[in-house]
């Protein structure tokens, strides 16, 4: 009899699969329906700091004349906002028998505390911070971009008593030292890596696209090797990996490197929620073949400390692959 069963930032989760935040786990619905197929737990969509301010933006190019109406709008906008996601948190809650992560897409200091105090009213278990903005100014240097990243993240933690987890990208000089600056800000959680945005060209219109949102099963290798690193790198951290996992394969290698969980996005649009129950009984199968009897058991079997040549995991040249290739 296998063991699903995993640890997440002090949660107690039945499986690793976790629904990542996306438009599937802001209908309660679907959340229930993934609740019915064995989901760990949801990340519920985003509220996104973004969103409000552009919002707020188009109220206030309607015209007005009324000096302290930006300050209105901004702040029943931000409210409204607030006040639905926190409605659709307690429905979650009532309705789910797993944790509930709740999501805030955010880039600036300040009213986020505020944002995230009220989130953990509606009692969510966890709370995931969304950190990311293109920095296009050649004078903002790294130190610079990830103090104000820690800022946010700092100001959160200090003001909730949830555990919080951070969804990052792979866009950093030093992944694992930015990682390691997390655990000093009291981050219980790091997810890797953020899939962003991606903006495409029509060729046929001459104008700026938006390529397609969704992953491919071939991303899962990025994560791969810093999932390796940091779990043997980076202590008092839990990992969870996004992207790319479309399959028990990709989950359970990504848990073999050392990941407490998995998030799925992608595969449960293109191939439905059922995908859920499909992951963890392969997961399950593949734990009787092997002999581990728990998810703890496995984790980490094949990270970048237990590994007889961890330089495997460091190596960035193709030396002789496409050699291979060739023949």
Request: aromatic residues 8%.
């Amino acid at each position: 009899m296998t063991d699903l069963s995993v640890k997440y930032m002090g949660l107690d989760l039945r499986s690793p699969i976790i629904a990542s935040s996306c438009g599937l786990t802001a209908d309660l619905e679907k959340v229930m329906e993934m609740d019915r197929n064995g989901v760990g737990a949801i990340v519920v969509k985003s509220l996104f700091e973004e969103q409000i301010r552009n919002e707020v933006e188009f109220l206030s190019e309607a015209g007005h004349d009324y000096p302290d109406m930006d300050d209105y709008l901004h702040n029943y906008v931000r409210q409204y906002s607030i006040n639905n996601y926190k409605e659709a948190l307690l429905s979650f809650k009532k309705n789910l028998s797993v944790p509930v992560i709740a999501s805030i897409n955010c880039y600036t200091p300040g009213e986020w505390v505020n944002y995230a105090k009220e989130i953990e009213q509606a009692g969510v278990d966890a709370l995931e911070i969304n950190l990311y903005e293109l920095t296009t100014n050649p004078k903002t240097t790294s130190e610079q971009v990830e103090k104000g990243y820690c800022d946010v993240v700092r100001d959160i933690v200090k003001n909730v008593r949830i555990p919080v987890s951070v969804k990052i990208s792979s866009h950093f000089s030093s992944v694992v030292s930015f990682v390691d600056k997390l655990v000093a800000c009291g981050v219980k959680g790091v997810v890797i890596f953020n899939r962003f945005y991606t903006p495409d060209i029509n060729l046929d219109s001459l104008s700026i696209v938006s390529a397609s949102p969704m992953s491919s099963p071939e991303e899962y290798l990025q994560t791969l090797r810093w999932t390796a690193i940091i779990s043997s790198s980076v202590k008092n951290i839990d990992i969870s990996v996004t992207t790319g996992i479309h399959t028990s394969s990709s989950a359970i290698k990504q848990i073999l490197a050392g990941a407490e969980t998995v998030q799925l996005c992608t595969t449960l649009y293109k191939n439905g929620l059922g995908m859920i129950s499909t992951i963890n009984q392969e997961i399950s199968e593949f734990m009787e073949k092997n002999n581990f009897s728990s998810v703890e058991q496995m984790r980490g079997r094949l990270n970048y400390s237990t590994i007889k040549d961890p330089a495997k995991y460091e190596r960035v040249q193709f030396l002789k692959t496409f050699g291979s290739f060739s023949k």
